[in-house]
């Protein structure tokens, strides 16, 4: 087939299903798709979506209210852009939108599916969340690994006072501090020198592939939409993917050849342990191993250190509640020690920080899609078999409707005589579910609400804060750069000052 008569075959494709669509809109039948905005011919609603789609897709939500149907190229999507929406979806009808939806994501990076995150559901992806639900997740495994997270970060804590009156990119050490914390429990052995991050050009390249991997997977990519044109890679997402991974995986053939002598970390445990969930008896291959670490790497890094760059940035915004936060900490820790984890219980106007940070800064803005494996009713609408899901968890997370001042940060919502006091974000309240929730919630969950605690409460703790060639606090560029995982537009550029007794920062 020539190019032009593909071309000439696309268009009167499209021009087909554009004429069916219009004809369905006028033709009343029982099967009430929700509403939304009428699609373009061939690329549907991707024109909708705009620079930052939760954004966009809030927006739309005003206008038709908080169950969208878009048509995204030939693929129905649909919208929950409401607390009591999502709930229908991820609690009523979980079971249906358990899997994930075909994307390029999954395909050219995390090894054709064979991944935890992307995994069908079914036996092979059970398998793969018990192994991390027993040997990282568990209580007992957090609690046996929790000298490694305080050790950490009591690195960066130095590392920050050796900064002296240098210009720190706060979440570039962020990331190395949660990249070495998990690099110890699954590796034995940090990643990145002496944790520092100081002049590492190793560290700097493992955030930037991090990031690279969240924006790409973040990407609208036309050919998920339109098969057809999945080969012409219009936007050279595909090319990039494949030269991402290209990356990664050298990195991870690495990290596994050196891990096969009987270490007894995550990674060798993994080498070893049998498949009993499809009755083989099989190991686990190197390919679905990597695809795994691929995820803890990813998933488990960059979403606590970004989400700490966003707390730090907030308290600088509003000096008085950082100043209370220290307070707090002064009373119940002390100037003469650094935070531990057994102090987080205690520190509630710390926590009421966090949940304010997850709130209005959710590190996931749209839940991972899912696809509905047969059809269903939500809401008296008909939602097609196929069709996938993406829940707006920003918009809900700000919806007037629930929250008052939803743009306002105020920590204070979540106190005793606020207006969410027992809301908590472990995907029961689902007017805050950052870590999604039902069946897909994120696996790592525990220990990311444990690191980012733990790294808020010390940097808080331990040091006053002051922006890079003395901007004022109120003209701090809080503007969102959009991908899978919600990152700053410019990073978090500012000067640590210890507050704490000299000895503290030398200890750990």
Same mark, same amino acid.
């Given at each position: 087939?020539?190019?032009? $008569? ?45 620079? +930052? ?5 809030? @927006?739309? %939500? ?7 149907? #878009? ?7 649909? &919208? ?31 090894? =054709?599916?064979? !991944? ?31 000298? +490694? ?18 210009? +720190?990119? #706060? ?32 560290? !700097? ?31 050279? &997402? $595909? ?6 991974? &290209? ?30 969930? !499809?009755? /083989? ?9 990597? %695809? ?22 907030? #308290? ?14 002064? $009373?119940?820790?002390?100037? @003469? ?40 009713? &939500? @809401? ?18 700000? @919806? ?52 980012? /605690? ?14 890079? =060639? ?16 919600? /990152? ?15 000895? +503290?920062?030398?200890?750990?």
């Amino acid at each position: 087939m020539t190019i032009l $008569t593909f071309l000439l075959y696309t268009c009167i494709t499209g021009l087909v299903f554009y004429a069916l669509h219009l004809f369905n809109l006028r033709t009343p039948h029982r099967n009430r798709l929700p509403p939304g905005p009428t699609p373009w011919p061939i690329v549907g609603n991707l024109p909708h979506l705009g620079r +930052v789609p939760h954004h966009s897709l809030a @927006d739309l %939500a005003t206008k038709y209210g908080p169950l969208l149907h #878009l048509r995204l190229g030939f693929v129905d999507v649909v &919208v929950a852009g409401s607390a009591s929406v999502a709930a229908q979806f991820l609690k009523v009808h979980d079971a249906n939108f358990a899997s994930r939806p075909p994307n390029s994501g999954a395909k050219h990076m995390a090894y =054709n599916y064979q !991944d935890m995150v992307f995994a069908p559901y079914g036996p092979k992806w059970r398998m793969l969340r018990k192994i991390c639900s027993v040997h990282l997740f568990s209580t007992k495994a957090l609690d046996d690994f929790r000298h +490694v997270r305080q050790e950490e970060v009591a690195i960066l804590a130095r590392a920050l006072v050796g900064a002296g009156e240098s210009t +720190v990119k #706060l979440g570039q050490l962020l990331n190395v501090c949660t990249t070495n914390a998990l690099a110890r429990v699954m590796l034995g052995r940090r990643v990145f020198g002496d944790g520092s991050g100081g002049g590492d050009s190793k560290s !700097d390249e493992f955030k930037d592939m991090v990031m690279e991997m969240m924006v790409l997977a973040g990407e609208f990519n036309i050919g998920d939409f339109i098969p057809a044109l999945d080969w012409l890679d219009l936007q050279s &997402v $595909t090319k990039k993917m494949k030269k991402l991974h &290209v990356r990664f995986d050298s990195f991870l053939n690495t990290i596994l050849e050196e891990h096969k002598s009987g270490n007894m970390d995550f990674v060798s445990r993994l080498i070893s342990v049998k498949d009993d969930a !499809d009755g /083989q008896g099989g190991k686990l291959s190197d390919t679905e191993i990597k %695809a795994l670490l691929l995820n803890l790497f990813a998933a488990g890094t960059d979403t606590s250190s970004s989400t700490v760059e966003w707390a730090i940035a907030e #308290l600088i915004r509003h000096p008085q509640l950082l100043k209370q936060a220290q307070e707090e900490m002064d $009373t119940i820790v002390g100037r @003469d020690r650094l935070v531990t984890e057994v102090d987080l219980s205690r520190l509630t106007f710390l926590q009421a920080i966090v949940k304010e940070i997850f709130r209005l800064h959710p590190s996931t803005p749209l839940s991972l899609p899912r696809i509905a494996s047969d059809t269903c009713e &939500v @809401d008296g609408y008909y939602i097609p078999k196929g069709s996938t899901l993406l829940v707006n968890v920003w918009a809900i997370s700000r @919806d007037p409707k629930i929250w008052s001042n939803p743009l306002e940060f105020q920590p204070t919502r979540f106190l005793p005589g606020g207006e969410k006091p027992d809301a908590d974000v472990k995907g029961n309240d689902f007017e805050l579910i950052p870590f999604g929730a039902g069946r897909r919630i994120c696996a790592g969950m525990s220990l990311g609400l444990k690191m980012v /605690q733990l790294l808020t409460a010390t940097l808080v703790h331990a040091f006053d804060w002051e922006l890079a =060639n003395g901007l004022d606090p109120d003209k701090l560029n809080m503007e969102e750069a959009y991908g899978l995982t919600l /990152q700053r537009a410019t990073p978090l550029m500012v000067h640590p000052r210890p507050r704490l007794a000299p000895h +503290v920062y030398q200890s750990g």
